[in-house]
């Protein structure tokens, strides 16, 4: 009986945990954006016109300043960078998209390159 009892309260908790960490990623990917890989710098945003305003702010950039680094593109989305973000980026965004995917809208980036 007390073997049942200790069996039923263990399927409780590892059942509470599963469910937190099912919340904690719904919460995380329901943000502004997130990465979907650690160097694909491809972001994911609840709307098209969110990933629209990005992508004209970049094209803004690589305008004004002939490149656009991984840390404007994480800046403009909201997200800290780090120093080195900041060495590799994009000199050309011809290949960049916007597609409707299940997570929301992805604002596609093309290959980064060295800016160095």
Same mark, same amino acid.
């Given at each position: 009986? &007390? $073997?049942?009892?200790? @069996?039923?309260?263990? !399927? &409780?908790? &590892?059942?509470?945990?599963?469910?937190?960490?099912?919340?904690?990623?719904?919460?995380?990917?329901? %943000?502004k954006?997130?990465?979907?890989? $650690?160097?694909?710098?491809?972001?994911? @945003? *609840?709307?098209?016109? *969110?990933? *629209?305003?990005i992508?004209?702010?970049?094209?803004?950039?690589? %305008?004004?300043? $002939?490149?656009?680094?991984? !840390?404007?593109?994480?800046?403009?989305?909201?997200?800290?960078?780090? @120093?080195?973000?900041? /060495?590799? !980026?994009? /000199?050309?965004?011809?290949?960049?998209?916007?597609?409707? /995917?299940?997570? !929301?809208?992805?604002?596609?980036?093309?290959?980064? &390159?060295?800016? $160095?």
């Open positions: 009986m &007390i $073997k049942d009892i200790l @069996f039923v309260l263990l !399927g &409780i908790v &590892i059942g509470n945990v599963i469910t937190r960490k099912r919340q904690q990623f719904r919460i995380r990917s329901l %943000t954006s997130y990465f979907r890989a $650690k160097d694909n710098y491809d972001m994911v @945003f *609840e709307s098209r016109a *969110e990933a *629209e305003k992508a004209s702010q970049m094209v803004v950039l690589l %305008t004004d300043y $002939k490149l656009v680094t991984v !840390g404007d593109l994480l800046d403009l989305t909201g997200n800290s960078s780090s @120093f080195d973000k900041n /060495t590799i !980026g994009w /000199t050309n965004l011809s290949d960049m998209k916007i597609l409707r /995917t299940r997570s !929301g809208y992805t604002l596609m980036m093309p290959k980064t &390159i060295n800016l $160095k």
